[in-house]
């Protein structure tokens, strides 16, 4: 497995035409933009290339933007953006499931009130009891500031005992806020299934996530696009198997693991060993998303 740790995007990112990037870890910490993430995306973007920002959000891509502004980054610093909570949406609209074909389809979410749109103007109703629903649509923890995936075991239990199927708007294990280590939508799914429950998620790192980023941004071979990620589980897995060079920043969730200062680089031996443990490498490592 062969990586190469480097200090930015400037000494390589002329090879490719097009960049998709990870928004939570890489672009920003969930409280502002990472020292220099803005400017090496107005670099990226220099002569016309593409940046879409695909991003494991169980909210559509409307209110993310709108969270994306209010922390410093503007709409004009990318050219697309695409959420897990899209694709969630327009599975729902679609109606690709038969549990989701009766005109009465009944949900419980299980999320926080900031996770929206993904059913907005669907003929489905919101129920507050679990007894109530014919599926689960999960966005994550209702507070995860402060809950962990075992608060919800015995609400998973009962969910399991009914076999209500769940559509999962984020497999993320866990997110950097800041300081602070979260758990997401994908942890809860995780003990669902253990628990025999049936899931499915949506977004990175499976491949209609990427399929979809490269309908919106034209038509570029897997090869000519970079993939940036702060996380060996969705980013470089999703875009390796697409065939897609990518960077690892390792100033995001690894960066605990690693016992890493902010902006500061990992070991060689570091890397190769959190490598091994998946079964393929990064092409590129950086600290941050820096030019």
Sequence with gaps: MSF????????YAENYDAFILDL????HDGTKPYPGALDCMAKLREGGRPLLLLS????????????????????SSYDHILTSGDMTRHVLKEKRHDFLKASDRKFYQIGAEKDRGVDDGLDYQRVQDLKDAHFIICTGLANDDEETPEEYRELLVDAAAKKLPMLCANPDLTVMKGPNLLYCAGALAA??????GSVELFGKPYPWAYKLAME??????????????????????????????????????????WGLAAGEIPKVEQVAALSELHGFSPTFVVGHMTW
Excluded at 24 to 27: D, E, L, R, T
Excluded at 221 to 232: F, T, W, Y
């Design 24 to 27: 939570w870890g890489v672009v």
């Design 56 to 75: 494991n959000a169980p909210r559509t891509s409307d209110f993310v933007t709108e969270f994306l502004e209010s922390i410093g980054v503007p709409a």
């Design 191 to 196: 003990v669902y299934e253990e628990l025999g």
């Design 216 to 257: 919106k941004l034209g038509n570029y071979e897997p090869s000519r696009i970079l993939a940036v990620g702060d996380s060996m589980r969705t980013d470089i897995k999703g875009a390796t198997g697409m065939g897609m060079d990518n960077v690892l920043v390792s100033g995001g969730i690894h960066a605990d693991e």
């Design 4 to 11: 190469e740790i480097v200090p930015g995007l400037a000494s």
